[in-house]
Structures are given as C-alpha cells and as structure tokens.
Nanobody, 123 residues
Framework: QVRVVESGGGSVQAGGSLTLSCAASGSVFSINAMGWYRQAPGKQRNLVANIISDDRTNYVDSVKGRFTISRDNAKNTVYLQMNSLKPEDTAVYYC?????????????????WGQGTQVTVSS
C-alpha cells in the first residue's frame, strides 16, 4: 500500500501565499503521477494541478500563473506553492498519488488519497 501524508495549509488573507506538501511512502514499483485536488463545501472534488512521471504539469485554468506544482523524486514528495490566493481558493485540498505496485508477480495500478488539509482565504 502507498501511504500519503499531507502538510501545510491554514488561513491567510487574500493575496497571501501558502505551500502544501505531500509525501508518499510504501512499497511501490513506480509513482506515475502526483497531484492536488480541492473540494469546497457543497461542491465536487476537482483537480487543481498534477505532475506526471515525465514532469509534465497540468493546472486548472483558475490557478494558472498563481500556483506552481513541483516534485522531489528522491523524497516522493510533491509541493503546491500557492501565491496570490483568493477567497475562492478556499477549500479542503487533497493530495492524490497514482502509482504502480507489485502484487505477487503482477504490476497493478494503485491510487492513494491524503486526508485533506484546509486552506482558508479571507478577503
């Protein structure tokens, strides 16, 4: 199994910055993608940004130019640097890790989620 532990988050005023971190641990063959989703009250959980194995990144349009996702492969850790935060960024942020694990003689996909961390941006 792949365990995911998040850190960071908190409360900040509009225009401020926060950094989220997410570390993956466990027995994995490979980590294929790491990313961040967010869920505001009463809304669906949606992708914010992710980074895949060849370091390609994807961002939702609303955070482009403000958020930066990066990855430390040696530490199996992904970071989300959030600048110029807006009240509409307020949500619970979840780390997502897509990996390949060994099960017996087979390689199988595995998806892990963090417990979520609250980000609150006040106006």
């Amino acid at each position: 199994q792949v365990r995911v532990v998040e850190s960071g988050g908190g409360s900040v005023q509009a225009g401020g910055s926060l950094t989220l971190s997410c570390a993956a641990s466990g027995s994995v063959f490979s980590i294929n993608a790491m990313g961040w989703y967010r869920q505001a009250p009463g809304k669906q959980r949606n992708l914010v940004a992710n980074i895949i194995s060849d370091d390609r990144t994807n961002y939702v349009d609303s955070v482009k130019g403000r958020f930066t996702i990066s990855r430390d492969n040696a530490k199996n850790t992904v970071y989300l640097q959030m600048n110029s935060l807006k009240p509409e960024d307020t949500a619970v942020y979840y780390c997502n890790v897509r990996s390949t694990v060994v099960r017996g003689t087979k390689l199988e996909p595995f998806e892990s989620w963090g417990q979520g961390t609250q980000v609150t941006v006040s106006s």
